[in-house]
């Protein structure tokens, strides 16, 4: 997951950015373009876009380097970053591992004979955690594939 503090870095390296070196960022910019049209969407489909866009984060650090406040920008990623990584290692999106706990040992005890989940696509670790001989349905998220 890339940093959402660190974002800045990128979007403001365009700006410092030699003339030449825009036509990766036009590419960039393409690519998020022609994926937008897709009607099966995901965040994963962004990610060869991480090391483009480090390059303009690149150049904006260069800038910072030389500049007198690079101390309070380190210390203010830390500041933003901290709280955010402890919160969604600890607290965030842990209810899915919960749940397949609780239904491990309720199949232990025999008080569960299927279960069906209603949630996203891929948001519950399923066979990875629950090794009981029961069935486990989950939703179909295969993408449409509509003729006109």
């Known amino acids: 997951m890339q940093d959402w503090a660190l974002q800045t870095f990128h ?30 969407k995901e965040f994963r489909f962004l990610a060869p876009l991480l090391p483009l866009s480090s390059v303009y984060a690149g150049y904006f650090c260069s800038k910072i380097a030389a500049a007198k406040w690079q101390l309070a920008v380190f210390v203010g990623l830390v500041v933003i970053n901290a709280p955010v990584a402890l919160y969604t290692s600890v607290v965030h999106q842990r209810g899915t591992l919960d749940v397949m706990r609780y239904l ?45």
């Open 11 to 40: 979007i403001s390296g365009v700006l410092y950015a030699p003339s030449k070196k825009l036509l990766l960022f036009a590419v960039m910019c393409l690519y998020v373009f022609i994926h937008s049209f897709i009607s099966h």
């Open 104 to 148: 491990d040992g309720e199949a232990q005890l025999g008080y569960v004979k299927s279960v069906l989940f209603l949630m996203p696509c891929h948001s519950t670790p399923v066979y990875s955690h629950f090794h009981h001989n029961i069935s486990l349905r989950l939703l179909d998220c295969s993408p449409r594939w509509e003729s006109s």
